[in-house]
């Protein structure tokens, strides 16, 4: 299984529910990023940029888990910055977990070893760790020697131990095609549950040029599809079908949702309209029509994963054929 059986039921269950209300707009995914601190200044890392006068903010405890509870999202990634130097990150976890919310942690693992001591595995935890290349395209892209060995030893041990692990890999303009089958063969051969692959996508605060223009991306995407067939890519077939333009999607941004210590970022996890004191404000202030269609200019060239895989996974049952091919590709 690519993906936690519990974790694809659970979510098959909430959005039966939440579609039975009438609701259309309700979250998948909670990104919550209880800071923005971190240990490292990877290039193309717009957080770090965009939030650089609040960078020393950390959430209150009550107010990362109430954000949880306030948007009732099955699956909560805390991200960041660094979320292992968030200073309750250990009571923000076993809270999450207690309250039975999938939790993943987005990490750089170069303070995992003591995280682990911490807290031990449960089947409502996982890892994705950061790993945007082969060793010196990764160090080069964190700009730091030695932080793709300690990756791998992570990886290593947090399998050893029984924890689920998964990696989330950027794709830039740079990366060849060899080095993403190299990739994942590595992986492959680490045992990872899981891989991630996404474009570089351009945030709003960045002006360097080291994403892939939407000519690249199916070059680049056609060997991942390919790939995903023997190797444990998360990724949906479907969105593989849109990275490589063998088809089009509309955007779900409501489906991922972003609280930070500025409160709810909308309307998607790449563009900054406004903060938002609350969830149902940043709701009443967004019209996700106009951003589902793509109208945006800012949404032109954006085929970010999580706007995309939260479409996909609306539609799930409108087709018999993706359907198929989605639990196809989730079993195998
Ligand atoms: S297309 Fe991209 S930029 Fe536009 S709303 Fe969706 S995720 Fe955000």
Request: glycine content about 6%.
């Amino acid at each position: 299984m690519r993906i936690p059986l519990k974790q694809m039921v659970d979510l098959g269950r909430y959005m039966r529910a939440r579609k039975k209300t009438g609701e259309k707009y309700f979250p998948l995914v909670l990104m919550l990023e209880p800071l923005h601190a971190c240990n490292l200044a990877c290039i193309g890392c717009g957080r770090i940029v965009e939030y650089k006068d609040t960078i020393r903010d950390q959430m209150p405890l009550d107010a990362a888990l109430a954000s949880a509870e306030e948007c009732g999202a099955p699956i909560v990634s805390i991200c960041g910055g660094e979320p292992l130097m968030y200073k309750y990150i250990v009571p923000l976890t076993t809270g999450l977990l207690q309250r039975k919310r999938h939790t993943m942690i987005c990490t750089n693992a170069i303070l995992l070893e003591r995280f682990v001591k911490q807290v031990p595995p449960n089947p409502y935890l996982s890892f994705n760790i950061h790993i945007d290349g082969m060793r010196e395209t990764h160090d080069r892209v964190v700009d730091r020697d030695g932080v793709f060995d300690t990756c791998v030893r992570m990886i290593r041990l947090l399998k050893k131990r029984g924890y689920r692990v998964q990696t989330n890999s950027t794709i830039f303009r740079e990366t060849t095609t060899e080095e993403i089958e190299s990739l994942i063969k590595f992986l492959g051969e680490l045992g990872v549950d899981g891989m991630l692959l996404t474009p570089g996508y351009q945030y709003q605060v960045l002006t360097n040029d080291i994403y892939l223009s939407n000519e690249e991306m199916p070059q680049k995407f056609q060997r991942v599809r390919k790939l995903a067939e023997d190797y444990k890519i998360i990724n949906t077939p479907i969105y593989l079908d849109y990275l490589v333009g063998k088809r089009d999607l509309l955007c779900s941004p409501w489906t991922t949702v972003t609280r930070n210590p500025r409160g709810w970022k909308g309307p998607c996890y790449l563009i900054t309209n406004g903060h938002y004191r609350t969830f149902a404000e940043l709701h009443s202030a967004t019209d996700w029509e106009y951003y589902r269609t793509k109208q945006d200019v800012r949404c032109r060239n954006c085929k970010l994963h999580s706007g995309f895989e939260g479409t996909v996974a609306l539609e799930f049952g409108k087709s018999l054929k993706d359907s198929w091919r989605m639990v196809r590709h989730y079993v195998s």
